[in-house]
Structures are given as structure tokens and as C-alpha cells.
T-cell receptor, first 112, second 112 residues
């Protein structure tokens, strides 16, 4: 079945370090791919998305590129801030539905 | 910015009691979802609802669960007889093709 796998956390970085959170997926069709962020005590917020192969989603300095050949959608940021500390979820949805399949989440801790 | 509103934000209930979680979706959205996140675990799909009926449900969504949109605005999730393992954060999400799903802030359900 369709699934999403993320790298295990927590990821602990110093401020201004480079961030990569790996995400790979398995899907029978051509999914859209998403990164959602959950700040402490809050709900899920869409961070970025990509709807087809080679699309790059970007927002707030975060980027992810839809790689069909490697079935990946890795999240990157060049310089993290303490305020980026949160749980990051990679997710996919199949075309024409809003149903999301989530990865297990990766906790990011950024220290000053 | 449009938002999905969930009430209550936190509910504590005794095992065996019925609970109703409420969601006010974005007004022109047509697809509605409930997801569950057990503490520290992944976000799991429970059920999708379209055109006043369930369009898909997961294995988690057994006979103890039901959803409805009683007055054309609120979208509710009912758990008839709560169990300890129902303790989780419950998220409502709404969707209008081709945009992304929008999530509410969640209801934290604690069964004691």
C-alpha cells in the first residue's frame, strides 16, 4: 500500500546549521507530496508542497524537490533558527483527494 | 486566511462515556476528514466524508466511531464508548480540489 518513511529523530542542530530531513514514499499512482510542521502545542500547518515530478516546493527558507526516480522528497534548509524547532511530517496524497498519508514525523531541536 | 475550527481544544472523559468532537470547516470546502495522532506517534487517517456520506474509512474507524454533518456546517466525530487507547489528538481537515488540506488546531482527548 501507499506509505511514507521519514528519517528517525530527534535531529538536534545548532543555530545556522544546514538541515536535511529525509523522506521517501511508496505510491501506486502519482501522488502530491507535502511537508507539514507542528509547533509545540499547535496543529498541523502546511509548510510546502509539490504536485509533480521535479517540482520544487519552498517556503520560509525550506525547500524540497519531488524526485520520482528516487521516490524522495527530502526537506532542506540552509540555516536553521531556534524558532524552527518543531515536528516535521512528510505526507502524500493521491490525485483528486485530500486524504493524506503521513510519515512518522521527525522532531527538530535547534539550539542557540 | 480561512481556517478550520475545532472544539473543544481539550476533553477529559471517563472510559465508556460518549464524546463528540466538533469541527467547523472552511465554508466552500467539500471534503472533510478526521485524523488521529496518539502521543508521539504518526498522524493516522480515520475517515473521509463527502456529499453527506463516508467516502473512505480506515481500519481504526470501527463501529464505535461515527461522523455526521448534522446542520450543514459543523462536522462531528462521535466515539460511542471511549477506551483508554482512544486518548489522542484528533484533527479535522477540509479540502477543496485542487488546493491542499487545511487542518484545525486539534482536540486533545484524554480517556481516564
Amino acid at each position: 500500500g501507499d506509505s511514507v518513511t521519514q528519517m528517525e529523530g530527534p535531529v538536534t542542530l545548532s543555530e545556522e546549521a544546514f538541515l536535511t530531513i529525509n523522506c521517501t514514499y511508496t505510491a501506486t499512482g502519482y501522488p502530491s507530496l507535502f511537508w507539514y510542521v507542528q509547533y509545540p502545542g499547535e496543529g498541523l500547518q502546511l509548510l510546502l508542497k509539490a504536485t509533480k515530478a521535479d517540482d520544487k516546493g519552498s517556503n520560509k527558507g525550506f525547500e524540497a524537490t519531488y524526485r520520482k526516480e528516487t521516490t524522495s522528497f527530502h526537506l532542506e534548509k540552509g540555516s536553521v533558527q531556534v524558532s524552527d524547532s518543531a515536528v516535521y511530517f512528510c505526507a502524500l496524497s493521491l490525485i483528486n483527494t485530500g486524504k493524506l498519508i503521513f510519515g512518522q514525523g521527525t522532531t527538530l531541536q535547534v539550539k542557540p | 486566511e480561512p481556517e478550520v475550527t475545532q472544539t473543544p481544544s481539550h476533553q477529559v472523559t471517563q472510559m465508556g462515556q460518549e464524546v463528540i468532537l466538533r469541527c467547523v470547516p472552511i465554508s466552500n470546502h467539500l471534503y472533510f476528514y478526521w485524523y488521529r495522532q496518539i502521543l508521539g506517534q504518526k498522524v493516522e487517517f480515520l475517515v473521509s466524508f463527502y456529499n453527506n456520506e463516508i467516502s473512505e474509512k480506515s481500519e481504526i474507524f470501527d463501529d464505535q466511531f461515527s461522523v455526521e454533518r448534522p446542520d450543514g456546517s459543523n462536522f462531528t466525530l462521535k466515539i460511542r464508548s471511549t477506551k483508554l487507547e482512544d486518548s489522542a489528538m484528533y484533527f479535522c481537515a477540509t479540502f477543496l480540489f485542487p488546493t491542499e488540506a487545511f487542518f484545525g488546531q486539534g482536540t486533545r482527548l484524554t480517556v481516564v
